[in-house]
């Protein structure tokens, strides 16, 4: 199995927070939609006749494309890819794109899951992060997808935002929890250079909050999921038993994907390869015959880094024995040395076979991998 990434990277508007590769260039869409096709036709062999899986319209903003649009793209994938044993087709949208109509569109096509970004249910925050619709906004747009037969909706969330409290966090999720929504992805605001809230940052226009307030949000992260009945199956992810995210699962254990469009990654198993981040420059090099892209071979460190960083984050960890057979005793070794500190913490555990985080762990999950990994 392999799953198909296609980056869409229109929005009508810039978020404050979001360094991801976007644009508000409207007008190109034309010209990207058959660059893309053109993409998907190229690299036919890229996953080498592997069956698709899984397959995700990430942004970017992909709900700024029409149901026509999507349709050309289905009609290059169904042309080139056996979807036949795909479980997963998934949109990412913004709520204030979700109306009746494009609803109404979207039920002519094979989507089956939604994600929607909706980040808080605070309106004054959500004007500060530059976001177009409302709480009630949001909550409307969650109940139309379900009213149009969307069973596997995902909702995003950001904490740690600039002026939150515990409380409000908590409220937010207690929201979340009344829609009956299948999964729901948490993220920490993290401050990336050169964004709005950066710079706004710079200027002491905002405060981040302090790390014992971050601490204090992620428990009552983890602890409201565990009562509302969701897995937390990577550190920032949990799913309703039977919801998990099959695309972005397979990118924590390392399954091959083909990333298509602007800014896109695609990993073949052996090598990652990324296209150009510039969507003029994207379209220009596929309306000439070939791709603007840039390209490297993991060597055994970095495959064995790769390793430790996605599938630590994970509640199953990993297997030591696949560990031993992929990279030898050395590494082996290496992993167990370095990671028996934190067994005696109780911030790993290491139970028969299987290495991972211990709930206590979670909170340091990014101190634990970093040491765990070869430099």
Same mark, same amino acid.
């Given at each position: 199995?392999?799953?198909i990434?296609?980056? #869409?990277?229109?929005?009508?508007t810039r !978020?404050a ?6 644009t ?12 893309i096709c ?6 036919? +062999?890229y ?6 899986g899984?397959?995700y319209?990430?942004?970017g ?8 649009d ?15 044993? !795909? ?7 913004n709520? /204030? ?6 609803l109404?569109?979207?039920s002519?096509l ?10 808080t ?5 959500l ?14 747009? #969650?109940?139309r ?15 740690g ?10 409220? /937010?999720?207690h929201t979340?929890?009344?829609l009956?929504?299948?999964?729901? =992805? ?6 990336e250079?050169?964004?709005l809230l ?17 601490v ?5 992260l983890?602890e ?7 897995e ?10 039977g919801y998990? =995210?099959?695309?972005?699962?397979a990118?924590?254990?390392?399954v091959p ?11 073949d198993?052996?090598a990652?390869?990324?296209n #150009? ?9 596929l ?11 993991l060597?055994?460190? +970095?495959?064995?880094n790769?390793?430790i960083?996605t599938?630590?984050?994970? !509640?199953e960890?990993?297997s030591l ?8 005793k050395?590494?082996y070794?290496?992993c167990?040395?370095l ?9 790993l555990?290491q ?7 211990t709930?206590?762990g ?12 070869? #430099?």
């Open positions: 199995m392999a799953g990434y296609i980056h #869409v990277p229109f929005c009508k !978020c927070y979001c360094d991801f590769y976007s508000t260039l409207a007008e190109l869409k034309p010209r990207y939609i058959e660059a053109q993409e998907l036709t190229m690299r036919h +062999n996953l080498h006749n592997a069956h698709i899984s397959l319209f990430g942004g903003t992909p709900s700024q494309l029409k149901s026509t999507f349709r050309k793209i289905f009609n290059c994938i169904h042309k080139t890819y056996s979807l036949n044993d !795909c479980q997963e087709i998934t949109l990412e949208a709520p /204030d794109d979700l109306t009746e109509d494009y109404r569109q979207l002519s094979p989507f089956n899951r939604i994600s929607i970004g909706i980040q249910f605070h309106d004054p925050t004007r500060l992060l530059n976001r177009r619709h409302t709480a009630k906004e949001a909550i409307e747009a #969650v109940h997808c379900q009213q149009y037969g969307f069973q596997n909706i995902s909702i995003d969330l950001i904490y935002l600039p002026g939150e409290t515990p409380a409000q966090w908590a409220d /937010d999720l979340a929890f009344t009956g929504v299948q999964h729901i =992805s948490a993220y920490h605001l993290t401050y250079q050169g964004t950066w710079r706004m940052l710079q200027r002491k226009e905002i405060e981040e909050v302090t790390e014992d307030t971050s204090a949000m992620f428990r009552i983890c409201e999921m565990r009562q509302a009945g969701f937390h199956y990577e550190i920032s992810n949990f799913a309703q038993p998990r =995210s099959k695309h972005n699962s990118y924590w254990h390392e994907y083909l990333g298509c469009g602007p800014g896109a990654h695609s990993f198993g052996n990652r390869e990324w #150009v981040s510039s969507l003029q420059k994207y379209i220009e090099a309306e000439n015959g070939h791709r603007n892209f840039e390209q490297e071979t060597d055994t460190d +970095n495959r064995y790769e390793l960083m599938r630590l984050r994970t !509640c960890g990993f024995t696949e560990l031993r057979q992929r990279f030898g050395s590494y070794d290496y167990l040395l990671a028996q500190p934190y067994i005696k913490q109780g911030l555990e139970k028969e076979d299987t290495l991972k985080l709930q206590k979670i909170f340091v999950s990014d101190d634990i991998i970093s040491d765990l990994m070869r #430099v």
